[in-house]
């Protein structure tokens, strides 16, 4: 994967990255020593910890995000030096690729996953109660939803989701802050080598460039990670029912355990309540 310059090691000497012009709290390295690729904070990062973080990408081209759940970071079995580039791969093809596997009626039966399998026919078995744009994923992949114009400045709706996600009382109030060394924040599960989705794509640098796609037409931006969980902010999100329906598909295919196993009755109704005009998408992979 092509890297920036890591700054990383500069933290041993300096833990606080003073010389970044950076004020961190205590904290650790995780990676080979001359070539760490993640710093993280020992203590709950609050709402304020996102904005006192933002300088490090300017400065040092360390990106934030943040890291919770209950399980520790010794836990997550980060790989980084076995996930690829990004850029190798197309966000299309890629989603393409998985949208065969898990809604294609051509799959041989012995090679479904007969719990998702069920699930997508009752989401695309009956088409008569479809309006034309859902009706039409039954036939294939329906291809990549269109841009939508920026209503924030991403940086800053990124911010805003951090906050709201750290504040007392939130399900990752005690997430912890981080820093990675990446070009750009859809980057980042690659560069920490993320096995969240380990049962639905082994290689997370495939998911990244759907990010990075994400990232280009609606505004992205990584946030937060849990064991199994990612976060992002979305600073264009969809704003009528067509379009929220086309994000939808792209989600269906990226995080298929999002619909077969969330509280949304189908497609339709995930895209609805889910997506529509949300600064904020997440996802689950079981």
């Known amino acids: ?100 596997y898990y809604a294609a009626s051509e799959i041989p039966e012995a090679e479904r996953d007969l719990r998702v399998t069920a699930a997508v026919e009752k989401l695309f078995g009956e088409q008569s109660g479809y309006e034309e744009a859902v009706a039409a994923f039954a036939a294939g992949w329906p291809g990549l939803a269109p841009a939508q114009p920026l209503r924030t400045d991403p940086d800053r709706a990124a911010q805003a989701v951090a906050e709201l996600l750290t504040r007392p009382g939130s399900w990752l109030a005690e997430a912890r802050p981080a820093l990675v060394p990446a070009r750009r924040s859809a980057d980042i599960p690659a560069v920490i080598g993320w096995g969240g989705p380990m049962n639905h794509e082994n290689d997370v640098a495939r998911l990244c460039a759907v990010l990075r796609s994400w990232e280009d037409r609606f505004g992205a931006r990584v946030v937060a990670l849990t064991f199994d969980q990612l976060v992002v902010s979305v600073a264009a999100p969809p704003r009528t029912v067509e379009e929220a329906e086309a994000v939808a598909a792209e989600h269906f295919a990226f995080c298929p355990d999002n619909v077969t196993q969330g509280n949304h009755d189908d497609l339709r109704a995930y895209a609805r309540e889910a997506l529509l005009n949300s600064p904020m998408w997440s996802f689950w992979w079981d």
Do not use: C
């Open 1 to 100: 994967m092509a890297m920036i310059p890591n700054q990383l090691p500069k933290l041993v000497s300096d833990p606080t990255g003073r010389s970044l012009g950076l004020g961190l709290p205590p904290g650790s390295l995780t990676g080979p020593a001359d070539d760490p690729y993640l710093w993280s904070g020992h203590g709950a990062a609050g709402p304020a910890a996102w904005a006192a973080l933002r300088p490090a990408a300017r400065t040092a081209g360390l990106l934030p995000v943040l890291l919770g759940g209950r399980w520790g970071l010794d836990e997550w079995e980060l790989e980084p030096e076995r996930m690829s580039d990004p850029a190798d791969h197309d966000a299309d093809e890629v989603l393409a690729d998985f949208w065969e």
